[in-house]
């Protein structure tokens, strides 16, 4: 099968969307079919395109056996309506207007959400090449940016984007979904379920595994042995209200030992720094993005991993992908996320539930697991082995492809 990836992102960005479609095309490519992605040139979160990728229009270049097609975009850091949405509009427009002629003809199309403009250039792809689209939905757009307050959702270009979200819809031969909360939303919405399926985030076994919790990165961060450290990998950004953790930080000032660890980069992480320095909290440390095998090696030096949003009613129906790369590397969590994420967690026994934004709920879990150490011990033993039965990568791209192949059998 030729198979046809559209996505804003891509390695080496990093980033849930950027893993997925790497990881999902790298299986397809292992498995013998031909993966083409559609990508701009690697500038989120910070703005800014590495050295090796400057002064070119356009850019071929393999990845596993996947060919990469770089198309032109405006670099943007991941914070300000007008810039980022320069950049989400520049991608779509230079991957409809170059995509055509630079890639080859596959047998499906797949466009991948967010973010949402994406999608609407796999349609274009799709029928000029008169072949069935796929619309890979990740992030419910354009609500999501209503529920964080980033626009209201009167505002017109929320309207625009509503109304093509459904044009999108009515026009995808299939509609897969990272999470079932996704496909009862849509098709209360009127999408029929038949164009619906499911395929959930997962996480590549080999890079995410069991490991000494006794490493470099520890030592990098100045950490003893006994220190108890507790991680937060991914975006500082508006949906994420990691201003709760500065509280619990400041709640557990008198617990030396405790550490918190914040890995990554986002559009609230310079008010983050500021505030924590304002309020003198020495127990926690910023770390810029890493790259996923030093990301890897975080989740193993850790104690415990925490895994938040907001208290938003949309982010019941999400599923992080941090919390298989958790169980991958055996380590327990903290989640702060109601729904479905619950769900999952709380069937793996691989974690604690804490109420979004409460500060006091949050104090008290790592406190009860910095206690327990044999309840970490067993909670990370369960993920892992949840992980591995469900949710490798590989097992998913397969069920993936089981999806693309009957949609073609259909259409025969």
Not at 92 to 109: I, K, N, R, Y
Not at 250 to 270: D, P, T
Not at 322 to 348: N, Y
């Amino acid at each position: 099968m030729r198979i046809l990836y559209l996505s804003q992102y891509f390695p080496p960005e990093m980033g849930a969307p950027a893993a997925r479609v790497h990881e999902l095309s790298r299986e397809w490519a292992a498995l013998g079919h031909r993966v083409t992605v559609l990508t701009g040139f690697p500038n989120h979160p910070t703005g800014v395109i590495p050295p090796d990728y400057r002064g070119q229009l356009i850019r071929r270049e393999r990845l596993d056996d996947v060919e990469v097609v770089r198309t032109p975009i405006y670099a943007a850091a991941n914070r300000g309506l007008f810039k980022r949405g320069l950049n989400y509009v520049s991608y779509a427009f230079s991957a409809a207007l170059f995509g055509p002629w630079l890639t080859e003809q596959p047998d499906v199309v797949i466009a991948t959400s967010p973010q949402l403009l994406t999608a609407a250039s796999g349609f274009w792809m799709a029928t000029l090449k008169r072949r069935p689209f796929i619309f890979e939905v990740r992030d419910l757009w354009p609500r999501s940016i209503v529920e964080v307050g980033a626009l209201p959702a009167g505002h017109p270009a929320i309207r625009a984007l509503e109304q093509l979200e459904m044009f999108l819809y009515s026009k995808a031969a299939r509609i897969v979904t990272v999470t079932d909360s996704f496909v009862d939303e849509l098709a209360a919405r009127g999408v029929p379920r038949q164009k619906l399926h499911v395929v959930k985030n997962g996480v590549d076994l080999e890079l995410f595994h069991p490991a000494a919790k006794d490493n470099e990165v520890r030592r990098e961060l100045g950490l003893s042995p006994d220190d108890f450290m507790c991680l937060y990998v991914g975006t500082h950004g508006m949906a994420h209200g990691l201003e709760t953790l500065l509280e619990v930080a400041q709640r557990l000032s008198g617990q030396a030992s405790i550490r918190f660890v914040l890995v990554g980069e986002g559009a609230e992480k310079e008010a983050l720094k500021n505030r924590a320095s304002s309020m003198g909290l020495g127990s926690i440390t910023f770390v810029d993005k890493q790259p996923r095998s030093r990301v890897a090696r975080y989740l193993a030096a850790s104690d415990v991993s925490l895994v938040m949003l907001r208290n938003k009613p949309l982010f019941k129906t999400v599923l992080p992908s941090k919390i298989f790369e958790i169980m991958g590397a055996a380590r327990p969590m903290v989640l702060s996320v109601d729904g479905e994420a619950r769900r999952v967690v709380e069937e793996a026994q691989a974690g604690v539930f804490v109420s979004p934004e409460d500060p006091v709920a949050l104090s008290e879990a790592i406190l009860k697991l910095m206690n327990s150490p044999s309840d970490c011990s067993a909670m990370g033993e369960r993920g892992r082995a949840f992980v591995e039965a469900s949710f490798s990568r590989r097992a998913l791209a397969r069920k993936y492809l089981e999806v693309l192949e009957e949609l073609l059998i259909a259409r025969a």
